[in-house]
């Protein structure tokens, strides 16, 4: 592979790792993850305020994508080398990006291996895409809101909470406004409802496992009021705010 050889062709790399852990499969989330998990230099960058991380071996390479990384041969040492002439700054060990570093893997869910890492700072040009589209209703942050809309689309987990409730109550609703969705609209609404994860992924410890019980049945309009607030509101505390309107 072709190594990068301009800020801009780092900063590509730093979006499709945006991608992947926002927008991605659960191939590419998890793969990404696992490069996160066990890197050893970084180039930390921010976005709004908010410290993110991606590993030299994957952002020194040009236009690189998870199939070419997986399918190649790298090396950390030309990648770091080529970094820290674009960048014209050394490969260091920094106690506050850390301390930042091990806040983020906490964040997307990860457990970092015992390594002592090294990191640049690089400062964007520009607002990533999968960034600037943010609808902004969960106040964690960015990572984490895209961390668990990306749970809530794909966790199997959510499948079965969903056919455990249809089979305790017979139909889909939501669980603090009662809503029906095929009670509205029809064929058009059978067996749809969005479902909440109960347990804020901040509040996940690496390797958590989420269990049908940690899942709601919501509305749309109940879900994003939900994440109106930090904490959480809880089912009871918005039924509550129902009944008082």
């Not at 490069?35 to 991606?54: M, S, T, W």
């Not at 399918?71 to 040492?77: F, Y």
């Not at 990191?119 to 106040?139: D, I, Q």
């Not at 496992?209 to 809880?234: F, G, Q, S, Y």
Request: glycine fraction near 4%.
């Amino acid at each position: 592979m072709k190594l990068i050889n301009s800020p801009k062709q780092l900063e590509e790399n730093l979006e499709t790792i945006e991608f992947y852990l926002t927008e991605g499969s659960n191939f590419e989330n998890d793969t990404t993850i696992d490069l996160l998990r066990a890197g050893v230099c970084f180039v930390a960058y921010e976005i709004e305020k908010e410290l993110r991380f991606a590993p030299s071996r994957f952002v020194g390479y040009k236009n690189n994508n998870l199939d070419k990384h997986l399918n190649s041969d790298k090396d950390g040492r030309d990648t770091n080398v080529v970094i820290e002439k674009i960048l014209e700054q050394k490969l260091s060990s920094n106690e506050n990006l850390e301390k930042a570093f091990l806040n983020y893997c906490q964040d997307l869910g990860v457990e970092p291996y015992k390594k002592k890492r090294k990191y640049w700072k690089f400062h964007l040009s520009r607002e990533f895409k999968v960034n600037a589209e943010l609808g902004g209703e969960f106040p964690e942050g960015k990572i984490v809101e895209r961390r668990h809309k990306f749970r809530e689309r794909n966790s199997k987990v959510i499948q079965v909470a969903k056919q455990n409730f249809k089979a305790k109550h017979g139909r889909l609703f939501c669980q603090v406004c009662e809503f029906d969705f095929e009670k509205e609209y029809g064929d058009v609404g059978v067996d749809f409802i969005e479902a909440h994860h109960t347990i804020p992924v901040r509040a996940m410890k690496a390797g958590h496992k989420t269990k049908t019980e940690d899942i709601a049945m919501l509305c749309a309009n109940c879900h994003r009021m939900v994440h109106k607030k930090r904490p959480w509101l809880r089912m009871e505390d918005l039924n509550k705010l129902i009944k008082k309107t």
